[in-house]
């Protein structure tokens, strides 16, 4: 298995910034490609950013230019950054971490999330 831990939320007004963080621990051998998400009440998880194991980092239109993926890939575990810059309410949702579990496609690994909130 392999766990995931979020941290780095909290409460941040519009325009200011956050950096959220993912560390993979355990069979981290069964994962590559990560993701971040996030949720707000009463929607589904949607995409945010991914990185690649190269870290080549791809973003939703709605944070292009805003949030820079990056990780750092240990021998016991990965770590996944996601700076956030310029924040607006609209980035307000919980964030979680994926990774696709390679032994089992289309079950994914989740962290327990992480709280954003950006007043205005």
């Known amino acids: 298995q392999v766990q995931l831990v979020e941290s780095g939320g909290g409460l941040v007004q519009a325009g200011g910034s956050l950096r959220l963080t993912c560390v993979a621990s355990?069979?981290?051998?069964?994962?590559?490609?990560m993701y971040w998400y996030r949720q707000v009440p009463g929607s589904q998880r949607e995409f945010v950013a991914s990185?690649?194991?190269?870290?080549?980092?791809?973003?939703d239109d709605s944070v292009k230019g805003r949030f820079t993926a990056s990780r750092d890939n240990g021998a016991d575990s990965q770590t996944v950054y996601l700076q956030m810059n310029g924040l607006k309410p609209e980035d307000t949702g919980v964030y979680y971490c994926?990774?696709?579990?390679?032994?089992?496609?289309?079950?994914?690994?989740w962290g327990q999330g992480t709280q954003v909130t950006v007043s205005s």
């Open positions: 990185i690649g194991s190269g870290g080549r980092a791809l973003y």
């Open positions: 994926n990774a696709p579990d390679l032994w089992n496609p289309g079950k994914d690994f």
């Open positions: 355990g069979s981290i051998f069964r994962v590559n490609g």
